[in-house]
């Protein structure tokens, strides 16, 4: 299964740039948050007390992975590497 995520900035609109970006699940299964629970763990224990926002506590690896999931996928590699 093939996902594609358009997104269209409209502050750039006039430049009509639109960012497209093709994943499949199959061939990349670390691009899927609940398979890696060693990585998100070593993210979030750089922020034992989570992220405070009015009193609310998010997980800082839920945030990288739902808001940009690019860094999150890059670190993810780095961290992988690290283990060989």
């Given at each position: 299964?093939?996902?594609i995520n358009i997104e269209y900035d409209e502050t750039?609109?006039?430049?009509d740039i639109i960012k497209l970006?093709?994943?499949n699940e199959e061939d990349y299964p670390d691009l899927v948050y609940e398979a890696n629970e060693d990585f998100n763990q070593?993210?979030?224990e750089q922020y034992i007390n989570g992220i405070n926002i009015y009193g609310s506590i998010f997980q800082p690896s839920k945030i990288l992975y739902e808001l940009d999931n690019e860094n999150?996928?890059?670190a993810l590699q780095e961290f992988r590497a690290e283990e060989i």
């Open positions: 299964m093939s996902l750039l609109a006039e430049k970006s093709l994943c070593y993210i979030d999150y996928r890059i």
